[in-house]
């Protein structure tokens, strides 16, 4: 079954939100006449801590395209098939790849959109497995079946030993469709069952295969531990399909999520439940002390959310050309109010729980 699309994206149905200043306006309370939540800013000031600074450079996580199959409800990217100009270019591509021999970082994220979508995709992970270089590719599942040119995909991971991170919202087709689209759980579970077929997900084998759960509403998610346990067992029981591990993260408050939460009158609701839930020891493990976030075009930032809210590094090194390493180390990461949904109970990363 074809996936239906939900939605236009923010962008393309004249949606104020689609610009970050609107975005960050929100975040701000910048039209509430008082302000009904504490600041990000406000909590490591009570913390004594001045700036939040990079511990090392591990991870180099590019956005190689907004361009995708689907239009999920809550993407904090705004990515769809209707976001074809933002695709990552050749150029950048392989200053993206210099930045990875020349710099050792250990681990390539790939992300977007649907990255498999960029012509330049495969050219770029069989350039990095040739670089020894761990790689990461962030698949929607429905990519897989999308279309016949992306069948073999499972056979491309694995003869590049591409570690595959795959969204499923939940082992239900009600929850999954309702926040992904109609006909993607039915896709998502056929494309699992390939990438089983060559491999990924089986014990004893080198084929990584790991899930990402989402809320599908204004909540926090579960124990990662307990859901994975559940997502084994129910993926499993109903279809043989088997994975490794299962990430928990948080929905934050941009992009559609925030769209959401303003249109169904949740979004104050949700800030005082992550406000509530924020939790110090998470700060020393947040993704933005060890990962370095590349969009699409070529501009350098703290992490895909201030990616998306168009958060530049403040100085000199702000895009991949003026790519300065003793900068960037010694730089102050951005923070603001959406990162609360990285330190709320424990912590939200792009590899889920952080403690």
């Known amino acids: 079954m074809g996936v239906k699309q939900r939605s236009k ?10 610009h970050s200043f609107y975005q960050l306006k929100v975040l701000s309370q910048k039209d509430a006449q008082e302000h009904l939540f504490e600041s990000f800013e406000q909590q490591m000031q009570k913390l004594n801590i001045q700036d939040l600074r990079p511990s090392h450079l591990e991870i180099l996580q590019i956005n190689i395209g907004k361009l995708c199959n689907q239009s999920c409800a809550h993407c904090h990217v705004d990515a769809g098939p209707d976001r074809k100009e933002e695709n990552m270019s050749f150029d950048t591509l392989k200053k993206c790849l210099f930045l990875i021999k020349t710099y050792d970082f250990k681990t390539v994220d790939i992300t977007g959109g649907a990255p498999e ?3 330049h995709f495969r050219w770029f992970v069989q350039e990095c497995y040739l670089a020894g270089v761990k790689i990461m590719v962030r698949c929607n599942l429905t990519i897989i079946k999308a279309h016949q040119k992306y069948h073999d995909l499972p056979h491309f991971f694995a003869a590049n030993q591409v570690h595959v991170i795959s969204s499923l919202p939940h082992f239900s087709q009600a929850r999954t469709d309702a ?3 109609d ?3 039915e896709d998502s579970i056929a494309a699992l069952q390939m990438l ?3 491999g990924y997900g089986r014990e004893n084998s080198n084929l990584i295969l790991d899930l990402v759960y989402n809320p599908t509403g204004a909540f926090l998610p579960g124990d990662q531990s307990s859901l994975e346990n559940e997502f084994k067992r129910q993926l499993q029981r109903k279809f043989g399909i088997e994975f490794n591990h299962l990430f928990a993260i948080t929905n934050l408050p941009i992009s559609r999520f925030l769209d959401y939460l303003l249109s169904t009158g949740k979004y104050l609701d949700y800030m005082h439940q992550l406000v509530d839930a924020f939790n110090p020891a998470t700060l020393i493990g947040l993704m933005c002390r060890n990962t370095l976030s590349i969009s699409w075009d070529g501009y350098l930032y703290d992490c895909d959310f201030n990616q998306m809210l168009d958060l530049k590094f403040i100085g000199k090194a702000k895009h991949i050309d003026d790519f300065d390493l003793e900068e960037i180390m010694n730089r102050n990461i951005i923070t603001h109010n959406h990162c609360y949904g990285c330190t709320a109970g424990a912590g939200s990363s792009c590899g889920g729980e952080i403690i």
């Open 9 to 18: 994206s923010l962008k393309n149905s004249g949606n104020a939100l689609h």
């Open 117 to 119: 979508m960029n012509p």
């Open 179 to 181: 926040q992904r689209g």
């Open 183 to 185: 006909g993607v759980f």
């Open 196 to 198: 089983n077929e060559v």
